[in-house]
């Protein structure tokens, strides 16, 4: 079955700063692709996606990019600021199956 | 205002008792999913539905019992089976071969 994992599982940065976080995936098959960001106590919120037919997606500050022959997908979030500071989780998903596969999960800290 | 409703925010629970999380959506999702999240780690599947009177076991199931007698309602039961239940509990929806999206969670302790 499809396997996802994701580095590093911790991330300091300061504000400003970039962060990067990456996840690989084991199924060829998957083709979509979300990012999610968990405040504590709280429910996840996707904040991008893409599918497999797309290389990289923006929307402002954020961007994923997706390498289709490495099994690799990647998030960026530039000028970064202490609300990013949250839990990020990638997932897979091979859209004719049930269930999506999450990453075990990114700490983002964000120093002021 | 459209969205996935769970209730209730905290939940306490005496060892041997059984309790029911709700999950509501108005979104008119086909699928529902709940899952597990511990301290500092990812989620873990309990169950899933993909269409009413019908679900599946996911990779936790043990312990766990839910129903799917409405499209909007997929309510999870953790028995007295369940040896540590104590945990953070969220419900998702989703169109269907898309985007799941979250409700704000249940956090269950036992006493």
């Known amino acids: 079955g499809e396997n996802v994992e994701q580095h590093p599982s911790t991330l300091s940065v300061q504000e400003g700063d970039s962060a990067v976080i990456k996840c690989t995936y084991s199924?060829?098959?998957?083709?979509?692709f979300p990012w999610y960001k968990q405040e504590l106590g709280k429910g996840p919120q996707l904040i991008i996606d893409?599918?497999?037919?797309?290389g990289e997606k923006k929307d402002q500050r954020i961007a994923v990019t997706l390498n289709k022959t490495a099994k690799h997908f990647s998030l960026h979030i530039t000028e970064t600021q202490p609300e990013d500071s949250a839990v990020y989780f990638c997932?897979?998903?091979?859209?004719?199956?049930?269930?999506?596969?999450f990453g075990p999960g990114t700490s983002l800290s964000v120093i002021p | 205002d459209g969205g996935i409703t769970q209730s209730p925010k905290y939940l306490f629970r005496k060892e041997g008792q059984n309790v029911t999380l709700s999950c509501e959506q108005n979104?008119?999702?086909?699928?529902m999913y709940w899952y597990r999240q511990d301290p500092g780690q990812g989620l873990r599947l309990i169950y899933y539905?993909?269409?009413?009177?019908?679900?599946q076991k996911g990779d936790i199931a043990e312990g766990y019992s839910v129903s799917r007698e409405k499209k909007e309602s997929f309510p999870l039961t953790v028995t007295s089976a369940q040896k540590n239940p104590t945990a953070f509990y969220l419900c998702?929806?989703?169109?269907?071969?898309?985007?799941?999206?979250f409700g704000p969670g249940t956090r269950l302790t036992v006493l």
């Open positions: 979104l008119n999702h086909d699928a």
């Open positions: 997932a897979a998903w091979k859209t004719s199956y049930d269930k999506v596969i």
């Open positions: 893409i599918r497999s037919n797309v």
């Open positions: 539905s993909q269409i009413v009177n019908d679900f």
């Open positions: 199924d060829s098959a998957s083709n979509y």
């Open positions: 998702a929806s989703t169109p269907g071969g898309n985007t799941q999206y």
